[in-house]
């Protein structure tokens, strides 16, 4: 029989609401599997394995090769995870079934697995289980069960609206300029609309999007998509109802907001200041060139990964800048990666209350919570560790220096996908080093360490304090 529901201070055994009864009795096993938050790594482990069979078909490569295993498992967890970084080259090694199927998995995977599934059970049935709203919170990190349905489609909306947006001007221009007969026209629109907007940095060019670096009709949409995508859907949910008075903000809409626009702005002074006379790579473009290309330089590292220069030539202080950019990331409950800006910034505002000697943290006149502060410390913090971790084991399998193997490493756990180029000439125990900070970045850090606790029980009783020295 299951235990009652017990409230204590002010709330309810919520902990407990995923363990419904499980028919047939339900085993210790079954209840570990099917916590909502375990559910979104199984599914997109799942999609994974489904993308990595589909692109070992011989109708999804141009050249039929020996052992397309780790290609297409390395291809399948970068797109899955919306991240963009390739041992092979898109444009040339797969066919387009297999580029198509690459997009799909983008899709899938920018929408969320689980959230995909709330969605089409929506559409079909009209309704949604306390399991299934359960599932959709875990993955769209929505409050409240009566969210859900009206944060799916709105979801839904939103990433059609502006992928379709992108994919007109992208396919105008395609046809217009670069002699693409509408089909193809189509085809490239649509690809990297899609890629734009859900953060992914895939792209059907050999130099990714290198050679339309100084074409404003390409750039500018693309940099558009993945502002939009990266800002997260809570934020652009608010901004769509008729939020757009900034007294009515939340503290999350002024952080990610707010932080956005800072990190755009100083990492685009940043990005011009160390290439804009470096002749590997701004130098030897045109003033107009060099903007578009600088404006791109601090877009496409918030877990974009276009792009516009070739960061194997690029100099050691833009490679720490984007690093840095790229471990931040975009919003939150989005197609971002990285830890997200207001786990940055709600940390920032930590050590500074704790500097000026207050007791609380407050943002914007509000005060933020210890769990909130103490999750931000904990995602920073799991991430570091991530990186490190990966970090050290390229350093061992690789002769790389180090500055090219924390890139790699931040790019991957970051979802981002830029790259100094040594992803395609490394080693297949370095690949599926990369691969592991891949799928960790994009299911979270949270979720990863939360689907590993068999369970949580609240603690009855409370220990002595005592204060370490700290410093």
Not at 309 to 324: F, H, K, N, Q, W
Not at 369 to 384: H, I, K, N, Y
Not at 432 to 458: C, D, E
Request: aromatic fraction near 8%; charged fraction near 10%; hydrophobic fraction near 50%.
């Amino acid at each position: 029989m299951q235990e009652p529901l017990k409230a204590a201070s002010g709330s309810t055994r919520s902990r407990n609401l995923p363990r419904l009864p499980e028919s047939g009795g339900g085993s210790a096993l079954s209840r570990v599997l099917l916590h909502p938050v375990r559910l979104v790594p199984l599914a997109f482990l799942t999609v994974i394995l489904v993308g990595a069979g589909l692109l070992m078909l011989p109708a999804a490569r141009t050249n039929p090769g020996p052992d397309p295993l780790l290609p297409a498992l390395f291809t399948s967890v970068s797109a899955v995870c919306v991240t963009g970084l390739t041992t092979v080259d898109t444009a040339t090694f797969w066919t387009p079934f297999g580029q198509a199927v690459i997009m799909g998995l983008i899709q899938v995977g920018g929408f969320g697995i689980m959230t995909l599934a709330t969605l089409l059970a929506l559409l079909v049935r009209k309704t949604i289980g306390l399991r299934g709203q359960l599932i959709a919170q875990s993955e769209t990190h929505t409050l409240n069960f009566g969210d859900v349905r009206s944060v799916l489609f709105g979801v839904a909306r939103i990433m059609l609206l502006f992928e379709a947006g992108t994919a007109l001007v992208l396919t105008v221009r395609f046809w217009i300029t670069y002699d693409h007969n509408p089909v193809s026209a189509l085809w490239h629109g649509a690809f990297h609309a899609v890629s734009a907007f859900n953060n992914a940095g895939f792209a059907l060019y050999s130099d990714n999007l290198i050679s339309v670096a100084g074409d404003p009709w390409i750039i500018v949409p693309i940099c558009a998509a993945i502002v939009a995508g990266g800002l997260g859907f809570p934020v652009l949910i608010s901004l769509i109802r008729g939020g757009v008075r900034v007294k009515d903000w939340t503290v999350h809409m002024r952080l990610t907001i707010y932080g956005s626009l800072f990190l755009l702005v100083a990492g685009a002074v940043l990005f011009a200041a160390f290439e804009w006379n470096r002749e590997q790579t701004l130098g030897a473009m045109p003033a107009g060139g060099k903007i578009l290309a600088t404006l791109a330089g601090t877009v496409f590292p918030r877990t974009a990964g276009f792009n516009s220069i070739d960061y194997g030539a690029a100099s050691p202080e833009t490679l720490l800048v984007t690093d840095i950019l790229m471990f931040i990331g975009g919003g939150s409950a989005g197609t971002a990666g990285g830890i997200k800006i207001t786990t940055f910034l709600v940390l920032f505002f930590a050590i500074w209350n704790e500097v000026r000697g207050r007791d609380h943290v407050t943002i914007a006149h509000r005060s933020i919570s210890s769990p909130s502060q103490r999750q931000a410390l904990s995602v920073a913090l799991l991430g570091v560790a991530a990186v490190m971790a990966g970090t050290l084991l390229l350093l061992m399998f690789t002769d790389l220096p180090l500055d090219k193997v924390l890139f790699e490493s931040i790019s991957a756990f970051a979802t981002v996908g830029l790259s100094t180029g040594i992803t395609p000439g490394l080693p297949p125990n370095a690949q599926w080093v990369l691969m592991v900070l891949m799928f960790t970045g994009r299911i979270g850090t949270i979720t990863v360490a939360s689907a590993l606790a068999l369970s949580s029980r609240p603690r009855l009783y409370q220990l002595p304090e005592e204060r370490p020295v700290i410093g």
